[in-house]
């Protein structure tokens, strides 16, 4: 993955970065919006909030570690906490209310949106703007 990605481009420009953020937070809030109009629980700040770190962790793992004198640097191994790390605020949201169960598409969308960022930092697209088109 790593190689993939610093054989796209080994050395990340400010504006790069900015784009890759700015598009995580974008696609993140139609998201967030739809959510907000609605008067749901996450909204569009929470979703924003979500995308862009997660953007960030992403771009941490590929491109934050370069100047350290290590063998072998996995960018992976962040995407993957990040996974976790949603996972568990995920499981924090849903609750059980006799024979209902409320919070589970919060969960869902906040899952769904850190993927978004992690897409959009990694430079993905066409994988960014399709899931986003998909859940609106």
């Known amino acids: 993955m790593r ?3 610093l054989a796209l481009d080994p050395n990340l420009s400010w504006l790069q970065a900015f784009v890759r953020i700015g598009a ?3 696609l993140g809030g139609i998201i967030g919006l739809e959510r907000e109009l609605d008067e749901k629980a996450a909204g569009l700040r929470t979703h924003m909030l979500v995308a862009v770190g997660s953007a960030l962790f992403t771009l941490v ?3 934050g ?3 350290f004198p ?5 960018p992976t191994r962040i995407a993957a906490q990040v996974v976790t790390g949603i ?3 995920g499981a924090g949201i849903i609750f059980r209310q006799g024979f209902t169960i409320r919070g589970l ?3 869902a969308s906040l899952w769904l949106v850190a993927a978004i960022g992690m897409a959009a930092a990694a430079g993905f697209w066409k994988g960014a703007v399709i ?6």
């Open 24 to 26: 995580a937070a974008g």
């Open 87 to 89: 996972g568990f605020l």
């Open 105 to 107: 598409t919060t969960a």
């Open 131 to 136: 899931a986003t088109v998909v859940a609106s």
């Open 61 to 63: 793992g590929a491109y």
């Open 70 to 74: 290590a063998t072998t640097v996995d």
């Open 3 to 5: 190689s993939l990605l």
């Open 65 to 67: 570690f370069e100047d």
